[in-house]
């Protein structure tokens, strides 16, 4: 078993979320009074009810994707002391478990809940609460990135983006994203592309800009929790789907199959019923306006050459 899920089994026993229909509806203490304002993309969420040591941490982590806390955000987070241990219970037969995420969209809300957190949304009003087991720490950390980024994939798709599974690089004033399952390559491309603007290595906001999509970065989500270099969004010049080989090669993706791809590298939104359907119909205009291909690449630079083609 992971360590940390080690940890929560050794904790009190709560009832799970989805058994616990009155857990949002009890009043919960806030952590404090401060605020921070974030922004990323098209989506701007203002963080409430921080204490000043959270504020004064987050502040630095996503330091360029702060801005005033005078503009009217697209969601607004109220903060709350959790009151209980954890809200689902890892399994207690010693086998392992990957990281459970489960949601419940009911009347405008949106309930999202994990080990750590639970977290709801009221969809008409862009009012949230976020609940969190502690204070700070390593618990605290995943809780708040598990559920912001299951909340970006959420409104950004409302917007007409998509949040994808994928890595991200500027080159030329053009953003090439890459993606594709765990170990194909998303970060390994990064760290091959030294001297470009890496948006993200895990994670990408694909955004609608005008007539166009972009890609821009977000302050989460980054496999090695590294920030990216800018908060701003860039055209995309292309979409690639990884697969490590011999040789360098690339072909193209389209029908069908590319829906598949993309489709597989959607976190939350196609668990959810109510936004499938609106996933799919972004994702064939993104397919309609972006070229898409399998790209075969070894562990050196070399894979440029021919995801630069089109450009030359």
């Known amino acids: 078993m992971h360590a940390v899920e080690a940890e929560l089994g050794r904790s009190r026993l709560v009832p799970e979320l989805a ?3 009155g857990h949002f509806d009890r009043s919960r203490e806030p952590f404090g009074t401060a605020s921070i304002v974030l ?7 203002r963080l409430d009810d921080l204490s000043r040591r959270q ?20 969601v607004s987070i109220a903060f709350r002391r959790a009151g209980v241990t954890h809200f689902l219970e890892p399994r207690r037969d010693g086998t392992p478990e990957t990281y459970r995420l489960e949601s419940r969209r009911r009347e405008g809300d949106l309930a999202l809940w994990s080990y750590e957190f639970a977290g709801r949304l009221n969809t008409s009003s862009g009012g949230a609460e976020l609940a969190l087991v502690a204070e700070t720490g390593e618990l605290f950390d995943r809780g708040l990135e598990n559920f912001l980024r299951a909340l970006t994939a959420s409104l950004i798709l409302e917007q007409g983006g998509l949040l994808l599974h994928a890595s991200a690089v500027v080159r030329g004033g053009r953003a090439y994203l890459f993606f594709g399952p765990s ?8 760290l091959l592309s030294p001297g470009d603007v890496v948006l993200s290595d895990d994670l ?48 193209p993706l389209s029908g069908a ?9 959607l976190p939350f939104v196609m668990q959810e ?32 050459t021919v995801v630069e083609e089109e450009a030359r």
């Open 55 to 74: 504020a004064d941490n987050l502040a630095r982590r996503y330091r360029r994707f702060i801005i005033s806390a005078e503009t009217d955000p697209s």
């Open 39 to 45: 922004q990323f993309g098209s989506i701007t969420m």
């Open 204 to 251: 990408s906001l694909v955004v609608r800009n005008g007539d166009r999509f972009e890609a821009a970065g977000i302050p989460f989500g980054m496999a090695h929790h590294r920030i990216p270099d800018t908060n701003a969004s860039f055209p995309i010049a292309s979409l690639n789907t990884l697969l490590q080989g011999p040789r360098v090669l690339r072909e």
């Open 257 to 265: 199959a590319a829906v598949a791809e993309i489709v597989a590298s």
């Open 273 to 304: 019923t109510g936004q499938s359907g609106r996933a799919l119909e972004v994702v064939g205009r993104l397919l309609d306006e972006v070229p898409a291909y399998r790209l075969w690449f070894r562990k050196d630079p070399s894979f440029w």
């Open 183 to 190: 170990g194909r390559g998303k970060t390994t491309v990064t």
């Open 19 to 21: 058994r616990d229909e």
